[in-house]
Structures are given as structure tokens and as C-alpha cells.
């Protein structure tokens, strides 16, 4: 059976030289960065390599401004609790996009239960946040804006110079979450003039177990995690040091790299979603169609009638790993709330599936990835009541509708007896 | 990969892989069709009743893996059941069947059962002779 791994947004494999550039810091140069021995200076030096190599892909003024953290979820928490408490008497108001990754959102909502307040900006129909929604939102107590990159879901890339131009003007610093886009589109903090970035390297070929943030000297941050002065005294704890050297070589590879990533997947993309239009009626790209609005790497579909985790399932089950968002995958029972600020009708929520793709995609994968996904939603389809209760008329599609029919949400809530969120 | 791993245990898998009794009955006696709105799944059983006894079920349903499972499992375990025995029909026995689910999946049983009563339901209601017969009226089913 052909394995097709499509889930290039959770995880990727590290390269084989970056796993290589790891070795060594295992068993023999195993000192901590803290101490001031030849075993601590040894890798204190390769830390502060890795952190221009960091501070290159995005293209920062220097190594200085790097933080290691554990992960991307640690960065975010790191940016918006350390600027927030940074801040908090200058003001305790902060401004997020309604599409954040939930590192994000619950650091927010964590602030909110202590007396600061959010104002959430909303999204149009492809994910793009409204310009002048922000500007609107912004007020003289506001001391920090978070939008993203590129969306975790959709991959709906934010104009992130636009919004960088508004928080200038305003003079709050922006927190620009680039943990979907580095390693695959160009990072630019001075473009953005973001005080603040994150992105993490498992995501471009290199570990798990690191997190980069980003700071601009300029920008406040006190630390949230306490016991040491590692980090520039802004992350406690010990730096993971074989994850951070193999973690900024897959930095450096990155960035020669990323013109032969973004041309490789936009040509799998296209073919992808081409193929599977055409072979599968009632599917629905979310967010921008392919193109400068939309990462290269990212497909996120809706397929009518049927609902996304058995979709998955059967898609592992033929060697092909997806991602979905519909209610059913999460422990929550919600579907994701990108998908709700996009406007999305619950049944298409349902139906979800997220593709994104890598460099060891083919178009050999892409093509038995589309005959696969057919195959499995006729047979899903074929399972579905809603299918049956479409063709005779008595539901009506929300991608294509035929004016035939209750719409599925109020058949839904008729045979549930209330509304599914 | 040299081993496979699976989000449910092996019976869940083979009865999400292999449902039985998928389908509509034509002339069906009874048919339920119900939501979780928890989640959004819909949950369909269609049954055929004959002599007050569960002569055949199908299931239809859109939701997960687990949903599926249940639906198949709840069809198998009612045929031949009396409707007596099917209105003390249980979630908790397709829970078992299936040799236990996740605690975030446990509502998909609960479907099933739903799904199962709401065709036994309207049953009672199209046959109200047929039902009494049997020992049962519509006020016992509602």
C-alpha cells in the first residue's frame, strides 16, 4: 500500500543532515549552556549559532533578539502573558484575530479571567481579517494586536504589513504567530514590524521539542515561567540543546530552500484540488483558492453528506494521513473555530478534512490520494442518510443548492430537537 | 510502518470497516431517525416487525467512526428481540459489544439507542393494532 503523509501542518520528518548536526549533542557535548566550564562555553556557542541561523529566516537584526522555547504553544503563551503583564499599567486591553491558533485564544481568555479584556476581530469568508475592523478595535489601553501568519486550518495568509502599518500607527506592538508559514513563504519581521514572532522547526524538517520566539528589543515581556536567568532571563528552565542546533539548520536549509518548496507543493496543490473537484461533486474548498492569498502547502475541505472523522480514518486505513476539524475528532465536540468565524454551516463543519503537503509528496501520491478520497466518500456516502434524504429531494445541498428541500441544519435540529452549535 | 495502530479497539474497526446491516428496508415497519446535538451526527434505523418481533433492522448514519459502529452493533444485537425486549434496550449493551468506547464516544451509543426506540415509536404509532396485540399501545411507547 503507497503511504501518503498529508499532514505536513502537524509535523514533519527531520532531515537526515539535521539529524546528523543533533548527534553530537547527545553524549559528547552534553553541557549545559548555564555553566561557565569548557562544557558549558562549548554549547553556549552553539546556541548562539542556531540563533542566527533563527534570526536569519526571518530576516531579524540579530541572534539577541531569539528566545528557545519548548514548542509554538509555549512561544504564544510566552508573547501574550509576558507583554500583557509587561504592560499591565499602561493598559489591559488586547486585540487578537478571531482565527488565532488556541495557544493564542486560551492564553486570552486565561488574561480575561484576571481582569484584562480582548477585543476579537473578526474574519471575512476566506479568513482575512478586516482591516479596518482592527484599526476600530485598537484603543489608547490596547498594549498588544495577535494576528497570525498563515492560518493553522485554512491557510488563508494574513496581510500582515497592512495590519504591522496599523499597530505602527497606533504605536501597539504586533505579534505575528508564523508558526504555519516559516520554513514554506518568506518571513520578514521588518516588512511586518512585528515585536514579536514564533515559529517552531518541527514544522520545517528540523525537531520537536524547540520553540522560537522572536522579540524586538523595543517590545516589554516578562517571563512566565520562573527559576533561572536562561533566555535572557525572559525562559527559565534549561535550553534543549540538540533540538535547537538541529532545529537552526533546518533554518538555514530553509531559507535557500524555499523557493524549490513553494514551487514543488503549488504544483501539487493545484493538482490536488483540481482532481478532486472533478471527481467528487458537493466538496468545498475553505479559505482563499490557491493562489497569493492561500499557502501552497494547505487544503482544507468540506465534503457534503458526509461527516470527517470516518473520513480520516478511511483515508489512514489506505496509507494516507489527513487532519480533520470537525466535532467528531475534537475532545471538545466542537468543530474548529476557524471554521465558525469563517461563517461555515455546521453540516460542511462536519464533513471536514485538512491536506496540507511536503517536499516528499509526489504527483503519484496526489493522484492515488484523489482516486482514494472518491472512493471513500461514495462509500461514506453511501452509509449516509443525508445522502439518501438529498437525492430524494428532502435536504438540499449548502455547496450547490437545488432548491429542493429543508436545509440540513434544520434537519438537524429537527431530528435532535435543537440546533447543533 | 511495520505495525498498524487504530484510534478504537479491533471490533470497533471491523464493525466502522465492515458495518453490518447497512442499508433501508423496503416496507420497513418502523423507521427513526435521530440527531446528536452535541455533535451533529444523524443516526437512521429502519425496522421490520413481525409477530411483535424484530424480524429485521438497517441503519443509515453520518457521523464517525464510533457512530457507525454503534449503529451496526445496536442493528445486529436487536434482530429477533420481541418489542417488549427492545424498548429495555440499552446503550450500554452496544457498549459492550463493541468491547467499550472512548468516554467522548459513549454518546454514540446513546444514538443508536435513540435511533432504535424512535423506530420502535413509530412503529407503535403506524400499527397501534399490531402493537396492542402484542402488548403494547402507543401510551406505553410515548
Not at chain 1, 528540523?206 to 520566539?213: D, E, H, R
Not at chain 1, 471527481?279 to 492561500?294: A, D, Q, S, V
Not at chain 2, 454503534?70 to 459489544?97: C, H, P, W, Y
Request: proline share 4%.
Amino acid at each position: 500500500m503507497r503511504n501518503v503523509y498529508l499532514d505536513h501542518q502537524a509535523s514533519t520528518p527531520v532531515l537526515p543532515e539535521v539529524f546528523e548536526a543533533m548527534k553530537p549533542y547527545f553524549i559528547e557535548a552534553y553541557g549545559n549552556p548555564s555553566s561557565l566550564h569548557q562544557h558549558g562555553l562549548r554549547v553556549r556557542e552553539a546556541l548562539k549559532k542556531a540563533r542566527e541561523q533563527m534570526a536569519a529566516l526571518i530576516n531579524a537584526d540579530s541572534g539577541e533578539e531569539i528566545f528557545f522555547t519548548s514548542d509554538g504553544t509555549e512561544s504564544s503563551n510566552l508573547a501574550i502573558k509576558g507583554v500583557a503583564y509587561a504592560n499591565e499599567r499602561k493598559g489591559k486591553h488586547l486585540v487578537v484575530s478571531a482565527t488565532e491558533h488556541p495557544s493564542v485564544m486560551q492564553s486570552v481568555e486565561f488574561l480575561e479571567r484576571q481582569g484584562w479584556t480582548c477585543t476579537r476581530v473578526a474574519v471575512d469568508a476566506e479568513g482575512i481579517i478586516k482591516i479596518e475592523e482592527l484599526r476600530a478595535a485598537i484603543t489608547p489601553q490596547t498594549v498588544l494586536v495577535a494576528v497570525h501568519h498563515v492560518n493553522h486550518d485554512i491557510g488563508a495568509i494574513q496581510p500582515v504589513r497592512e495590519v504591522g502599518r496599523v499597530c505602527a500607527e497606533a504605536g501597539v506592538p504586533l505579534y505575528v504567530d508564523c508558526e504555519a508559514s516559516a520554513g514554506w513563504l518568506p518571513v520578514d519581521v521588518r516588512e511586518s514590524g512585528a515585536a514579536l514572532v514564533s515559529f517552531s522547526p518541527h514544522r520545517f524538517y528540523g525537531p520537536k521539542g524547540v520553540g522560537v520566539l522572536y522579540r524586538n528589543r523595543k517590545a516589554r515581556l516578562v517571563s512566565v515561567i520562573h527559576g533561572g536567568v536562561q533566555e535572557g532571563g525572559r525562559r527559565a528552565g534549561t535550553e534543549n540543546v540538540p533540538a535547537i542546533v538541529g532545529g537552526g539548520l533546518a533554518a538555514e536549509i530553509s531559507l535557500t530552500e524555499l523557493p524549490r518548496r513553494t514551487a514543488h507543493t503549488t504544483a501539487l496543490q493545484q493538482r490536488l484540488w483540481d482532481g478532486l473537484r472533478s471527481k467528487i461533486p458537493y466538496i468545498k474548498l475553505n479559505g482563499p483558492e490557491p493562489g497569493p492569498k492561500r499557502i501552497s502547502t494547505n487544503l482544507n475541505l468540506s465534503t457534503e453528506f458526509i461527516e470527517g472523522e470516518g473520513q480520516l480514518l478511511l483515508c489512514d486505513l489506505n496509507g494516507i494521513a489527513v487532519a480533520s476539524g470537525s466535532s467528531c475528532v475534537s475532545k471538545s465536540l466542537k468543530i474548529s473555530h476557524v471554521l465558525s468565524a469563517i461563517g461555515l454551516d455546521h453540516a460542511l463543519a462536519q464533513g471536514n478534512i485538512i491536506m496540507t503537503l511536503g517536499m516528499a509528496n509526489t504527483e503519484e501520491d496526489v493522484d492515488y490520494t484523489i482516486e482514494t478520497f472518491a472512493t471513500i466518500a461514495a462509500k461514506l456516502r453511501g452509509m449516509s442518510p443525508m445522502w439518501d434524504e438529498f437525492q430524494r429531494g428532502l435536504i438540499d445541498s449548502v455547496i450547490a443548492p437545488t432548491g429542493r428541500g429543508k436545509s440540513f441544519s434544520q434537519h438537524a435540529a429537527d431530528v435532535s430537537g435543537k440546533a447543533a452549535h | 510502518m511495520s505495525e498498524t495502530y487504530t484510534l478504537y479497539n479491533s471490533t470497533v474497526m471491523e464493525h466502522f470497516m465492515n458495518p453490518r446491516n447497512m442499508g433501508d428496508l423496503k416496507d420497513a415497519d418502523g423507521v427513526g431517525e435521530v440527531g446528536a446535538a452535541a455533535c451533529g451526527d444523524i443516526m437512521k434505523i429502519s425496522l421490520k416487525i413481525k409477530d411483535g418481533r424484530i424480524e429485521d433492522a438497517r441503519f443509515k448514519t453520518f457521523g464517525c467512526g464510533s457512530a457507525i459502529a454503534s449503529s451496526s452493533m445496536a442493528t445486529e444485537l436487536i434482530k429477533g428481540r420481541t418489542i417488549d425486549e427492545a424498548m429495555k434496550f440499552s446503550n450500554q449493551e452496544v457498549v459492550d459489544a463493541l468491547g467499550g468506547l472512548p468516554p467522548v464516544k459513549i454518546h454514540c451509543s446513546v444514538l443508536a439507542e435513540e435511533a432504535l426506540k424512535a423506530a420502535l415509536e413509530d412503529y407503535v404509532k403506524k400499527n397501534p393494532e399490531r402493537a396492542a396485540a402484542a402488548g403494547h399501545s402507543a401510551a406505553i411507547a410515548a
